[in-house]
Structures are given as structure tokens and as C-alpha cells.
Nanobody
Framework: QLKFVESGGGLVQSGGSLRLSCAAS????????IGWFRQTPGQGHEGVSC????????YYADSVKGRFTISRDNAKNTEYLQMNSLKLEDTAVYYC?????????????????WGQGVEVTVSS
């Protein structure tokens, strides 16, 4: 059974760092584009970052560029999102996702499998 287990969220002060992890089981991530999305109450899924199956192509939303880094460890079947210099506006529920293709963009409809979400709260 396909499953994602997300971890690493929590409460952090503004300017701090967190690393989100998303471990997949039931399928191999190495042939799939993966991404991170976030959602705040009343809003849709915002594409934060994505990376191709080969790792050679990445995307970052302008709001996180230079602060967040996406990575993948295919040997561990895990994807990561390193978040530095966190801001109040980064507060959201973060979701990992995988697409049934090696390359995908930052639109939620391109992704087929989703994690359960993990809360990130940035305080002042």
C-alpha cells in the first residue's frame, strides 16, 4: 500500500530553520517528480518547490527562493525540504507529493500521491 510519512514540522521562531522529511513506502520515488505544497485556512495548495526524478531540475516559488532547498534521497525513498530564515508568512500545513511522471511543475493537479500534511508554525 502506497504511503507517505511526513515529519519535521513544529513551532519555530522567525528566522529559524526546520527540515521536513517525507518517507515513501509501497512504491519507489526514484522515477517520479516530487514536490512540496503548503496550505493555509481557506486557501488552495500553493506550490512551494518541486524536483524532477533525476534531481537536475528544480523549482522554487518566489516567496521561498534562496531560503528553502528541496532534495531527494532515492536510496532512502525520501524527500526533504530544508527551510531556513523562516518568516511568519511561512506558517501553513505542508504536504509532500509525488507525480506519476519524472518531471512535473508546481500545480497541485499534476501530483497523484499526497502525504498527510505536517504543521509548520512560525512565531515572532
Amino acid at each position: 500500500q502506497l504511503k507517505f510519512v511526513e515529519s519535521g514540522g513544529g513551532l519555530v521562531q522567525s528566522g529559524g530553520s526546520l527540515r521536513l522529511s517525507c518517507a515513501a513506502s509501497g512504491f519507489n520515488l526514484d522515477r517520479h517528480a516530487i514536490g512540496w505544497f503548503r496550505q493555509t485556512p481557506g486557501q488552495g495548495h500553493e506550490g512551494v518547490s518541486c524536483i524532477s526524478s533525476s534531481g537536475t531540475s528544480t523549482y522554487y516559488a518566489d516567496s521561498v527562493k534562496g531560503r528553502f532547498t528541496i532534495s531527494r534521497d532515492n536510496a532512502k525513498n525520501t524527500e526533504y525540504l530544508q527551510m531556513n530564515s523562516l518568516k511568519l508568512e511561512d506558517t501553513a500545513v505542508y504536504y509532500c507529493a509525488a507525480a506519476l511522471r519524472p518531471v512535473a511543475g508546481a500545480s497541485a493537479y499534476e501530483y497523484d500521491y499526497w502525504g498527510q500534511g505536517v504543521e509548520v508554525t512560525v512565531s515572532s
